[in-house]
C-alpha cells in the first residue's frame, strides 16, 4: 500500500496551492483519511480530516476558513486546497489513511489524532515565502 503525495512548492503569502494524495495498493472508500504537516524542529500535527464519504471534514484551528479537504474515492485520492498561505504554514505536509473501516465513526478525536492513521505518504514540502 502507498499513498503519494504531490503538489507542494514554494508560493508567496497570500497565495494558494493544491496538494493531491493517490493511493495505491488497495482502497479507502471506508476510512478516515487526513493531512498532517511538520515544521522543522516541531511535531507532526494535525491539519484536517474527512470521514469515509466526504460528508464530514474536520479543521485545525489555525486553517479553518483557509484550508479545504476533499476525497475522490472514485479516483482513490485525497486532496487539500490551500488558500491565503502564510508562512507559518511551511512545512512537509504528510497525508494519512486509517486502515480501519471508520463508516460508523462518530468521534472527533478519532480524526484529529495522528495514531488513528496506519498509513502514511511520504511528505510533500510546502514553503511560504513572506
Known amino acids: 500500500v502507498q499513498l503519494q503525495a504531490s503538489g507542494g512548492g514554494l508560493v508567496q503569502a497570500g497565495g494558494s496551492l493544491r496538494l493531491s494524495c493517490a493511493a495505491h495498493?488497495?482502497?479507502?472508500?471506508?476510512?478516515?483519511m487526513g493531512w498532517f504537516r511538520q515544521a522543522p524542529g516541531k511535531e507532526r500535527d494535525f491539519v484536517a480530516a474527512?470521514?469515509?464519504?466526504?460528508?464530514?471534514?474536520y479543521y485545525a484551528d489555525s486553517v479553518k476558513g483557509r484550508f479545504t479537504i476533499s476525497r475522490d474515492n472514485a479516483k482513490n485520492t485525497l486532496y487539500l486546497q490551500m488558500n491565503s498561505l502564510k508562512p507559518e504554514d511551511t512545512a512537509v505536509y504528510y497525508c494519512?489513511?486509517?486502515?480501519?473501516?471508520?463508516?460508523?465513526?462518530?468521534?472527533?478525536?478519532?480524526?484529529?489524532?495522528?495514531?488513528?492513521?496506519?498509513?502514511w505518504g511520504q511528505g510533500t514540502l510546502v514553503t511560504v515565502s513572506s
Open positions: 474527512v470521514n469515509w464519504s466526504g460528508g464530514a471534514t
Open positions: 495498493g488497495r482502497t479507502f472508500n471506508n476510512n478516515a
Open positions: 494519512a489513511a486509517d486502515a480501519t473501516n471508520t463508516r460508523y465513526r462518530s468521534n472527533t478525536s478519532g480524526y484529529t489524532n495522528k495514531r488513528s492513521y496506519d498509513f
